[in-house]
């Protein structure tokens, strides 16, 4: 088995000064979302021996510092930067963005798509896009600090689903949300693992 550490970041979550709770539709709130997400995957990877670390303050930037730091303190690792939120705008796809700067970021994001897609056949599309300054450029500045780092560290801007899509709504229970942390796990063992 690779040594693998999951970064999971919280985000919109902890930012200094603000009550961010990120996307609202349906009655709820994207971060209630993805901390049930962000459980469930935490759960799954330690379960499998792995290390998980949960970021949930300070601006991206900060946060991309630390898991670049934790990167550069364990070369025996791989690490996995994972951006996490959930989408709203009506969206008929689910979609992993990875910086357009980093070859093991597409495949990082390949990964998690492909257990993403395999635990939710009922989303019409998942979709793995390269983020930019000028491409999904929200989804790229989620990220885009994790380039800096050491060669064992790629990040991914995870959007599983869109809070406002009914037909993506068995996704968003708490059934749902347990099998999305899970396939996030499995995305990021299988990248592991093809690095090991």
């Given at each position: 088995?690779?040594?693998?550490?999951?970064?999971?970041?919280?985000?919109?979550?902890?930012?200094?000064?603000?009550?961010?709770?990120?996307?609202?539709?349906?009655?709820?709130?994207?971060?209630?979302?993805?901390?049930?997400?962000?459980?469930?995957?935490?759960?799954?990877?330690?379960s499998?021996?792995?290390r998980?670390?949960?970021?949930?303050?300070?601006?991206?930037?900060?946060?991309?510092?630390?898991?670049?730091?934790?990167?550069?303190?364990?070369?025996?690792?791989?690490?996995?930067?994972?951006?996490?939120?959930?989408?709203?705008?009506?969206?008929?796809?689910?979609?992993?963005?990875?910086?357009?700067?980093?070859?093991?970021?597409?495949?990082?994001?390949?990964?998690?798509?492909?257990?993403?897609?395999?635990?939710?056949?009922?989303?019409?599309?998942?979709?793995?896009?390269?983020?930019?300054?000028?491409?999904?450029?929200?989804?790229?500045?989620?990220?885009?600090?994790?380039?800096?780092?050491p060669?064992?560290?790629?990040?991914?801007?995870?959007?599983?689903?869109?809070?406002?899509?009914?037909?993506?709504q068995?996704?968003?229970t708490?059934?749902?949300?347990?099998?999305?942390?899970r396939?996030?796990?499995?995305?990021?063992?299988?990248?592991?693992n093809?690095?090991?």
């Open positions: 088995m690779s040594l693998l550490t999951v970064i999971l970041d919280y985000q919109h979550f902890g930012k200094p000064g603000k009550n961010d709770k990120g996307a609202f539709a349906n009655g709820k709130h994207e971060t209630d979302l993805t901390w049930k997400y962000i459980e469930a995957a935490k759960a799954e990877l330690k499998k021996g792995h998980v670390v949960v970021l949930k303050s300070g601006y991206y930037g900060t946060r991309h510092r630390r898991a670049i730091a934790l990167a550069g303190n364990n070369p025996e690792r791989m690490h996995a930067y994972i951006a996490c939120h959930v989408n709203a705008g009506g969206g008929d796809y689910s979609v992993c963005l990875y910086d357009h700067r980093s070859k093991n970021g597409i495949e990082l994001a390949d990964d998690v798509r492909t257990e993403l897609g395999k635990a939710f056949p009922q989303i019409r599309r998942h979709l793995t896009k390269p983020a930019s300054p000028v491409a999904w450029t929200n989804g790229f500045n989620t990220i885009k600090g994790v380039f800096a780092g060669s064992n560290l790629s990040g991914v801007c995870f959007e599983p689903a869109f809070i406002d899509n009914l037909k993506h068995s996704c968003l708490p059934d749902g949300l347990e099998r999305m942390g396939a996030l796990a499995a995305g990021c063992i299988a990248w592991s093809d690095h090991g």
